[in-house]
């Protein structure tokens, strides 16, 4: 299995980023997956996930309304759309994915992770 995070960067506040991840060593299209984040000295935390068929997606509420995940099983990828970036959204993103049919908000119930892309959002 191997996850593989691209699409970080440095933004300015208000600015946009498309995260994409691209799985291999699996069936893709039977797994959820999911978006967490971690800012140096804190714990990794929730974003986003969506399930295997992609009919369904849940995201923290510090980005509802601003982040869009999505799943395309025919290319293997999971992505993640975010606008209105702010200077809190700074953190190293890693994708994971999840061997539990439902979907899963904490990083322990995750058994793969990216090596993560690292967003900045400063003026």
């Known amino acids: 299995v191997q996850l593989v995070e691209s699409g970080g960067g440095l933004v300015q506040p208000g600015g946009s980023l498309r995260l994409a991840c691209v799985a291999t060593?699996?069936?893709?299209?039977?797994?959820?997956m999911g978006w967490f984040r971690q800012a140096p000295g804190k714990e990794r935390e929730f974003v986003a996930a969506?399930?295997?068929?992609?009919?369904?997606?849940n995201y923290a509420d510090s980005v509802k309304g601003r982040f869009t995940i999505s799943k395309d099983n025919a290319k293997n990828t999971v992505n993640l759309q975010m606008n209105n970036l702010k200077p809190e959204d700074t953190a190293v993103y890693y994708c994971?994915?999840?061997?539990?049919?439902?979907?899963?908000?904490?990083?322990?119930?995750?058994?793969?992770w990216g090596q993560g892309t690292q967003v900045t959002v400063s003026s």
């Open positions: 994971g994915r999840t061997s539990s049919a439902y979907m899963r908000y904490r990083p322990r119930e995750y058994d793969y």
């Open positions: 060593g699996f069936t893709f299209s039977s797994y959820t």
């Open positions: 969506i399930s295997w068929g992609g009919g369904t997606t």
